[in-house]
């Protein structure tokens, strides 16, 4: 049973940072894409960012140059650095995981960005 576990949650003023972690119960390794997913209250969740196993990167247009994905292998991690952060970024952060024909996430993570 493969678990992804997102951490690093919680409130923060508009221009301030975060890092969001996802535990995953198995080898990075094993999974062909990581990433990270966010849904805001009355909105459809969006793709947030992706690392790919060979280490490309994906971003949406709305994080590019404030977000940067990354991985620990080692710990079988996944962050999320988030910076200058927005009211806009409020939402609650999924980590996922994919492998070919599979598709696993994690419980979520609030963010609020909030003065």
């Known amino acids: 049973q493969v678990q992804l576990v997102e951490s690093g949650g919680g409130l923060v003023q508009p221009g301030g940072s975060l890092r969001l972690s996802c535990a995953a119960s198995?080898?990075?390794?094993?999974?062909?894409?990581m990433g990270w997913y966010r849904q805001a209250p009355g909105k459809q969740r969006e793709l947030v960012a992706t690392?790919?196993?060979?280490?490309?990167?994906n971003y949406a247009d709305s994080v590019k140059g404030r977000f940067t994905v990354s991985r620990d292998n080692a710990k079988n991690t996944v962050y999320l650095q988030m910076n200058s952060l927005k009211f806009e970024d409020t939402a609650v952060y999924y980590c996922?995981?994919?492998?070919?024909?599979?598709?696993?996430w994690g419980q979520g993570t609030q963010v609020t960005v909030s003065s």
């Open positions: 996922h995981g994919e492998r070919p024909g599979l598709d696993y």
């Open positions: 198995q080898s990075l390794f094993r999974f062909y894409v």
């Open positions: 690392l790919s196993s060979g280490g490309n990167t």
